[in-house]
């Protein structure tokens, strides 16, 4: 069965560093998420892609974010000066249509020291 | 703005025993509606979605959701749980309308834990 996949499983980096979070999206879908949790708190959205563009954001998606699709497979989330706050488990997800089932991704943890 | 309740954050069952978890909503219409479960160090599985029709879903691994209307609830019951069944279970609500691009709200999550 086709799944989604993300790398790295868990990324330890140094507040003010870039990071960059990687995803791979199954291969005829359309639409792709980035949602994040925090410890002990519940799944928040972060944005959502389509046709090469961001169709909608949350607030906690600010200048500091970025997501791309540069090859047609991959989906990353890159975060430019990273905050300690974002320490956090990152999943991607990805879906056919938007009434369709999102599947997601295990998750990237991230840990901003 | 659209939300989500789920008011029990940490529920114990007994394996056999029957399970209900909650799931309130708040939306100007009626949302799209689905159950997720996440296992430890896994992702978020999907268990069931409502979008239409028949208020009462089935889903995979013998859950099943009735939607009820009047009690904004979408709650999440299994007759018999098995202790594989231990994990986080999340509630989303996504939009409907032309201007829907898929965004899923989630509840804070309820664990359930199996006591054999």
């Known amino acids: 069965e086709p799944e989604v996949t993300q790398t790295p499983s868990h990324q330890v980096t140094q507040m003010g560093q870039e990071v960059i979070l990687r995803c791979v999206p199954i291969?005829?879908?359309?639409?792709f998420y980035w949602y994040r949790q925090i410890l002990g708190q519940k799944v928040e959205f972060l944005v959502s892609?389509?046709?090469?563009?961001?169709?909608?954001k949350s607030e906690i998606f600010d200048d500091q974010f970025s997501v791309e699709r540069p090859d047609g497979s991959n989906f990353t989330l890159k975060i430019r000066s990273t905050k300690l706050e974002d320490s956090a488990m990152y999943f991607c997800?990805?879906?056919?249509?938007?009434?369709?089932?999102?599947?997601f991704g295990p998750g990237t943890r991230l840990t901003v020291l | 703005a659209q939300s989500v309740t789920q008011p029990d954050i940490h529920i114990t069952v007994s394996e056999g025993a029957s399970l209900e978890l909650r799931c309130n909503y708040s939306?100007?219409?009626?949302?799209?509606l689905f159950w997720y479960v996440q296992s430890p160090g896994q992702g978020l599985q999907l268990l069931l979605k409502y979008f239409s029709g028949d208020t009462l879903v089935q889903g995979i691994k013998g859950f099943e959701a009735e939607f009820k209307r009047s009690q904004s609830s979408f709650n999440l019951r299994k007759p018999s749980v098995h202790w594989s069944d231990a994990a986080e279970y999340f509630c989303?609500?996504?939009?409907?309308?032309?201007?829907?691009?898929?965004?899923?709200?989630f509840g804070q999550g309820t664990t359930l834990q199996v006591k054999p």
């Open positions: 291969s005829n879908h359309l639409y």
């Open positions: 997800a990805s879906t056919g249509g938007v009434t369709d089932t999102q599947y």
């Open positions: 989303a609500v996504g939009a409907r309308g032309s201007s829907n691009t898929g965004k899923l709200i």
């Open positions: 892609f389509y046709n090469n563009e961001i169709s909608e």
């Open positions: 939306y100007g219409a009626t949302p799209y």
